[in-house]
């Protein structure tokens, strides 16, 4: 039995390594301007044997892979079998073209099974103007595909070892809408302003959309929705705060995204309408860092607006609260412990979800109106550049499971399920 | 002929530049903000070069902790960030004390930080001129003949408040 899982899974390790090694050929399209600016590097800096040419040209990348079992609902796949489809890959970047002017760009190979689409995707590819900088004011315009910065962990979201957990909390770091909140194309800045006196502050405003694939069309709305989706736009603003000289950091956001679904009409045997969807989320976070303890937190508001999709005329205004807390204590050098709590419900005036129930005549039971998590984990690091994780979640509600807007009632037959993971994280 | 610049205090650590860094002194907000990337530029607008040793070595977690008073992990989460986000450039990560002072000694804005112990082998081969540092002891020794003053192979920088 335990042979036989084992052949299955390096089975299926070897073909996610296959199919990134066909993912290489994107990727080598997309930074392609890149790897032209290394190879003229590198002549450079045959001639001048120093090491200020690999201060203007750094390549950074990460390969993690982890097995994941999901008991009791659909997050990763349908069978509830044992999963290695945790796949994480990247690959980054950076070139100064003048004291100005920068080029990065990460291309990211992911299989998360039903989390997210699998295969690779331009994580960012972005034109970094170096507008002002003194002693105390820093200024960068960013163009391009860029990263969303504003939450906590939003930019560290899919980089294994820089995020907390294997999983994040489901509530604000979705894997359902990780391709669409994960960054935009566009234009972004950020202003940081350094003092002795008041501290560290960081002010950042994003504004462009994200392009949407068929397989996200039907991972957020319905396996049944044959239309396609745009977002129209999203804008976003960030402020943190780090007093001086404090173990504290503070920050707020705010989102405010539009998208369209354009129906393929009956002909085509697609059960839904023309619809308008609006999206608006706010975040307050605190984050400590001490020696042996980190706490940090989250807390969020989110309205959901659709008009038309089930039908045309049909509108829904839901506005959905929650809030994780979370502490790591760094047992040692190596060794860090994890223990996180997270509440979240999709409609403030239906907490638990009875009234959905209800308005839907039993299609949507009463668990898909909320997502509880209790998570506990321990992350060991093996070197400066190689990471063990494990971690366990107890997790209550069908909140957070895809599809979103219609859900699968049929997998997710029970209020309480449960995951652990574990993943190897090796990084440059 | 380097032991005047060796800070009087004598700290175990000492924070050292390219000899071209005409910064002689930093406060300590000001070395936080360098290593932090908040600072990018030398008073005289020349780009800053930051130089470290890998997270768990153990001269990186004192200069990170007595030094910067910054914990190592939380100097790791804010270079992920810049590193992995596209947002900017994080300091570049050399393996040894050995390479990190070579990368100081040829790189130029650079910053990097030695341990007292090797800075006086430095010294003592500086002042022997004997060829266990061949590597930069020529372009090294020239300037140093040149500028007698108070600069070396590299810079040993006054950390104020």
């Known amino acids: 039995m335990l042979s036989k899982l084992k052949v299955k899974t390096a089975v299926t390790i070897l073909s996610r390594i296959n199919n990134f090694f066909s993912s290489i050929a994107c990727f080598s399209r997309s930074i392609a301007f890149l790897l032209a600016a290394l190879t003229v590097n590198i002549a450079q800096a045959q001639e001048t044997n120093t090491y200020s040419t690999s201060q203007d040209f750094q390549l950074h990348g990460f390969v993690a892979q982890g097995l994941i079992d999901v008991d009791g609902s659909d997050f990763v796949n349908d069978d509830g079998e044992l999963s290695a489809e945790l796949t994480e890959i990247g690959l980054n970047a950076s070139y100064q073209l003048t004291s100005k002017f920068r080029l990065a760009g990460q291309v990211v190979y992911l299989d998360g099974g039903n989390r997210y689409a699998q295969g690779a995707r331009v994580d960012y590819a972005l034109i970094d103007w170096s507008a002002l900088t003194t002693e105390n004011w820093q200024v960068n315009i960013y163009l391009g595909r860029f990263k969303n910065n504003h939450w906590l962990y939003s930019s560290s979201r899919d980089i294994p070892f820089a995020r907390p957990s294997i999983i994040l909390p489901q509530s604000v770091y979705f894997d359902g809408f990780r391709d669409i909140a994960v960054g935009s194309d566009g234009i972004a800045s950020k202003v940081s302003y350094s003092s002795d006196s008041y501290g560290n502050f960081d002010w950042q405003f994003s504004y462009g959309s994200s392009p949407l694939s068929d397989e996200q069309t039907t991972n957020v709305l319905s396996e049944l929705a044959q239309g396609t989706t745009e977002q129209d736009y999203d804008t976003q603003t960030s402020l943190y705060w780090q007093p001086a000289f404090s173990s504290w950091r503070f920050g707020l956001s705010l989102l405010d995204a539009t998208f369209t679904y354009d129906s393929a009409g009956q002909g085509i045997n697609d059960a839904f309408a023309d619809s308008d969807f609006s999206f608006q989320f706010y975040t307050l976070n605190a984050l400590y860092e001490g020696e042996k303890w980190e706490f940090s937190g989250e807390v969020y508001q989110q309205r959901f607006t659709i008009d038309g999709f089930y039908y045309p005329g049909f509108e829904l205004d839901n506005i959905g609260q929650g809030y994780y807390l979370q502490s790591r204590y760094k047992l040692s050098d190596k060794i860090t412990l994890l223990a996180r709590y997270e509440d979240f419900y999709l409609n403030k005036d239906d907490k638990d979800g009875k009234k959905q129930e209800q308005n839907t005549g039993g299609l949507v039971p009463y668990y898909f109106g909320f997502h509880k998590d209790i998570t506990l984990g321990l992350n060991y690091d093996i070197t400066s550049n190689f990471s063990a994780r494990m971690e366990y979640h107890w997790v209550r509600g069908a909140g957070r499971l895809t599809p979103v807007v219609v859900p699968n009632t049929q997998i997710n037959d029970s209020e309480d399920w449960q995951m652990w993971a574990v993943q190897l994280m090796y990084w440059f | ?161």
């Open chain 2, 1 to 161: 002929m380097l032991a005047c610049l060796v800070n009087p205090q004598a700290v175990a650590i000492e924070v050292v530049t390219h000899h071209q860094v005409t910064d002689l002194s930093l406060t300590k907000s000001q070395l936080r903000r360098i290593y932090t990337m908040r600072q990018l530029y030398w008073s005289d607008n020349s780009t800053i070069s930051v130089f470290v040793l890998p997270n768990q070595h153990e001269l990186h977690q004192r200069f990170s902790k007595e030094r910067l008073q910054i914990f190592p992990y939380q100097l790791n989460r804010i270079w992920h960030k810049l590193t992995y986000s596209g947002l900017g450039v994080a300091p570049t990560v050399v393996g040894s004390e050995q390479e990190l002072i070579q990368a100081v000694i040829n790189t130029p804005g650079a910053i990097g930080y030695i341990d007292d112990a090797t800075l006086s082998k430095i010294e003592q081969s500086q002042d022997e001129n004997v060829s266990t540092m061949k590597v930069r002891s020529q372009k090294a020794s020239v300037i140093e003949k040149e500028q007698k003053s108070s600069k070396g192979v590299v810079n040993v920088v006054k950390i104020k408040g």
